[in-house]
């Protein structure tokens, strides 16, 4: 295989700056009535701990894609692998940022299948690992920024999210793209109940609209740092919308269907005023309980040590998606 590299998706050193203020997602669990009894998972054998002290285990299930790494670009600050690999937010398998890292092994990627399927004249379900295995990937390096404001920037290989979709030739009802992840408790245990799963009703379901997927910077993700995905940041495939806060890329998808009407999404279920259907990032719209004006960036040195740093506009990619909400008011996107 063989991996492209997109100069025009990378980021400048400036726009990495490390920042210093965090707010973790167990606020947004707070404020909506879930204490810490609620999260955590029963401890009886094959349960999970949330509080386990144990150090997550790195990559434990990942593996080396044959692919030549790509020339990081000049100056450009790359989220070192353990944090990207040890912060993560990924319910299904915990509500701690360590969480997902320590109870990695209970997903079990391979074999995996995705359906692609509704408004279109050729659905296809295709093997997950067959696709990996047989395309040319390509590594994008882009900015994540989580509605919590913190930031990273990471370097994913995969495919265009696009062209996928062509494959499947929508028809002129297609008007959004629904995604879903993986329902299985046995390998997500946090789908086993509301409580176990910050207070969330599984499947995790996401949606764009169909202008916004067919965007060339929406990417299906199916490695990082030149291998495979680990599994706690949603192995073995992702969706990444780098101009939208963190939740909309949804992980572990087993189905990807086009639709007439705009599809539900999880965090707007869950809590409507904190979290709209489009999500962009802008800094000029706050969350109801923290300002989005700036942002921890994840680098070098300790989680909480670094500087605050400015969140731009669609995360710094309004070049090349801007255009797609002309007309809208930006006040009524959250």
């Known amino acids: 295989m063989l991996i492209k590299r997109r100069s025009s998706h990378h980021p400048t050193e400036q726009d990495v700056t490390p920042e210093a203020v965090y ?56 989220t070192p692998e353990e944090k990207a690999t040890t912060h993560n937010n990924f319910y299904e398998l915990g509500t701690d940022k360590g969480d997902p890292a320590r109870n990695a092994h209970y997903l079990k990627p391979e074999p995996w299948q995705l359906r692609v399927e509704g408004e279109v004249a050729k659905p296809f379900t295709l093997d997950v690992w067959d696709l990996i295995n047989k395309s040319t990937l390509e590594e994008r390096i882009y900015r994540l920024r989580c509605v919590e ?62 202008d916004e997927a067919m965007n060339p910077l929406s990417f299906l993700a199916m490695g990082l740092y030149g291998k495979t995905l680990p599994a706690q940041n949603g192995a073995p495939i992702r969706l990444v919308v780098p101009w939208k806060y963190g939740f909309k890329s949804i992980k572990s998808i087993v189905s990807i269907r086009l639709v007439e009407e705009r599809p539900p999404t999880t965090w707007n279920l869950l809590a409507s005023n904190e979290y709209g259907f489009y999500a962009n990032v802008n ?6 309980r923290w300002s989005q004006a700036s942002e921890r960036f994840i680098g070098e040195g300790g989680i909480f040590g670094a500087k605050r740093q400015p969140t731009l506009m669609f995360n710094g990619y309004a070049d090349e998606v801007a255009s797609l909400y002309q007309g809208m008011d930006l006040r009524k996107w959250y």
């Open 23 to 78: 707010q973790d997602r167990r606020l947004i669990l707070k404020g909506l009535g879930l204490g810490a009894a609620t999260l955590a998972f029963p401890t009886q054998a094959g349960v999970l701990d949330l509080f386990s002290a144990d150090k997550p285990t790195l990559g434990a299930t990942t593996r080396p894609l044959n692919i030549h790494a790509a020339t990081r670009p000049e100056g450009v600050i790359i």
């Open 149 to 210: 404001a913190w930031s990273m920037v990471l370097p994913w290989s995969g495919i265009s999210l696009a062209e996928l979709i062509r494959r499947a030739e929508p028809n002129s009802r297609a008007k959004f793209v629904a995604f879903e992840t993986l329902y299985d408790p046995e390998q997500l245990p946090g789908q086993a109940s509301r409580s176990l799963g910050g207070g969330i009703d599984y499947p995790y379901v996401e949606g764009l609209r169909i």
């Open 283 to 288: 800094p000029q719209v706050d969350h109801p």
